[in-house]
Structures are given as structure tokens and as C-alpha cells.
């Protein structure tokens, strides 16, 4: 059985589980989220805690167990608290703009770089550089936040592009001048 899955998820008092057969949707403060589960893992549902079980002892199943606790997990997170991706742009000329639709970057190309918003996230620029991505959904708010760093991805020798708050960029020497 899985470590992980074994965990029961707390449900917080503003959040609503709903759970028919093959969909479990939970519902709070922040929003609603919906996911369609698998007939190899089972939910037991209470007032307070959501328990995942492992339907077979096959080895899918016993992944899945894992994975479905983790998702739902974050469900219940993102309903109540929300996701936030934190990216900075560094470079000389470097800076974003945000606006409900489009999130633009001017990042060293010779035209600015125009990024659609999806529904359901939230895209703020902070001090033309600092970008943050929130949303309810774990992925979305992943995915978008890669999207934005895969524009100009930061590189190695002079560290200039779009990378994650708080990652480190490996620094390589430069070529060496000649005697």
C-alpha cells in the first residue's frame, strides 16, 4: 500500500465534497474543481476526512492510490488556499506587462511576446520583472508558469531570462581572453 495513500485528507469546514461514482468535485471559498476518477481506487468520504482505498493489489492499482490521494489533496487545497508561481525576469531592457487577457514579455526579441491568459488563473506583474501565476488548480497554475519560462529560458553564461523565484542558474566561465 502506499505511504501517501494511506494519509486520510482533512476536509476544512468551508469546503462541500460531492462524489458520485466516477467524479468527485469539491467546492470552496475559492472556487470549484471537478476530477474524474478511476475504477481502480475507491473514496470513503466522512464529515471531516476523505480516505482513498486501492480497489485491487495489482501493481496500477496500488500507483494510482498514490496519485488520486495526492490529487484530491490538492483539490482541497487549491479550493481553500489557492496556488501561486513566482517567476523573475532578469536582464537589462527585460520586462512584463499584464493585462486581463494577455500577459506580455519583452524579453530581448524584436517583437514582444504575447502570452493568452487561460480561464481561471490570475496573472499579476509585479515591478516589470516579478511575474506571479495563482490559481485553484495545481497544474494550471504549473503549466503556465513553465509556458512563461520555456519564452526565454535563463542561460548559463550572463544568467539573463525568465526563471523561477528563488532558482539558481549554474554560472559557466566564459571563454578566456588570449596572451
Given at each position: 500500500m ?10 476544512p469546514d ?7 461514482t466516477?467524479?468527485?468535485s ?42 488520486f ?5 490538492n483539490?482541497?487545497?487549491?479550493v481553500?488556499a ?27 526579441y524584436?517583437?514582444p ?37 520555456r ?7 550572463r544568467?539573463?531570462?525568465?526563471r ?16
Amino acid at each position: 500500500m502506499s505511504r501517501i495513500g494511506k494519509a486520510p485528507i482533512p476536509i476544512p469546514d468551508e469546503v462541500k465534497v460531492g462524489f458520485d461514482t466516477s467524479i468527485i468535485s469539491v467546492e470552496g471559498p475559492k472556487g470549484c474543481l471537478k476530477l474524474d476518477l478511476l475504477n481502480l481506487v475507491g473514496l470513503e468520504v466522512d464529515e471531516s476526512v476523505i480516505q482513498v482505498k486501492a480497489l485491487g493489489g495489482d501493481r496500477k492499482s496500488r500507483a494510482m492510490h498514490g496519485l488520486f490521494r495526492s490529487l484530491i489533496n490538492n483539490m482541497v487545497t487549491g479550493v481553500t488556499a489557492g496556488f501561486t508561481k513566482s517567476l523573475e525576469i532578469v536582464g537589462v531592457g527585460y520586462k512584463a506587462e499584464a493585462d486581463k487577457q494577455n500577459l506580455t514579455l519583452n524579453v530581448g526579441y524584436s517583437n514582444p511576446v504575447l502570452v493568452p491568459i487561460p480561464e481561471g488563473l490570475n496573472v499579476e506583474v509585479e515591478k516589470n520583472t516579478l511575474v506571479h501565476v495563482r490559481g485553484i488548480d495545481k497544474q494550471q497554475v504549473g503549466e503556465m508558469a513553465a509556458k512563461i519560462r520555456r519564452i526565454r529560458k535563463p542561460e548559463p553564461y550572463r544568467g539573463k531570462g525568465i526563471r523561477y523565484l528563488g532558482e539558481e542558474i549554474r554560472r559557466k566561465v566564459g571563454k578566456a581572453g588570449s596572451k
